[in-house]
């Protein structure tokens, strides 16, 4: 009997470590595609980050972009954007087609945060299903907040 619940043991072990090793080859190489250049210093633009500084340039310059705030709606309470093209999803509805459909792929998309953790995952995911148009607000609300605060109040 002891043999018989060790060799189930043996064998359950040896199926899930299989299974830890296997991955999604195609999702793997799309990642390899989408990260490959991101070397030296550029890695930042390579990977699709913009920063608080040119953010807030763009929207000075009036240029035609879209924030995507992915807060929940209690974060968004608080404080958020006040710009003509903005887009108030929460990370858990984000990926839902209605959602998917909203967010344009005719120009910039910057995808923001509180840290910038939660809309680089959410960036990174975009651009692999082919939103090429999408960066991420590099360090979130808390950088672009620091910037604007000493530097657009003049």
Do not use: W
């Amino acid at each position: 009997m002891k043999k018989v619940v060790n060799m189930t043991l043996l064998c359950a072990l040896l199926g899930l470590s299989s299974q830890a090793i296997a991955y999604d080859a195609k999702l793997a190489q799309g990642f390899n595609e989408q990260f490959s250049h991101a070397k030296g210093k550029t890695v930042g633009k390579d990977i699709g980050l913009i920063s608080a500084e040119g953010f807030v340039k763009q929207l000075q310059n009036n240029a035609s972009i879209t924030a995507v705030d992915i807060r929940t709606p209690e974060e968004r309470q608080v404080f958020g954007l006040a710009m003509k093209d903005q887009l108030n999803i929460s990370l858990d509805e984000l990926f839902t087609p209605e959602n998917l459909d909203k967010i344009p792929t005719d120009k910039p998309v910057v995808i923001v945060c509180k840290s910038g953790a939660r809309a680089m995952a959410a960036g990174t995911a975009l651009r692999q299903l082919g939103f090429d148009n999408v960066k991420v607000l590099k360090g979130g609300y808390s950088k672009l907040s620091s910037y604007v605060g000493p530097n657009i109040a003049k």
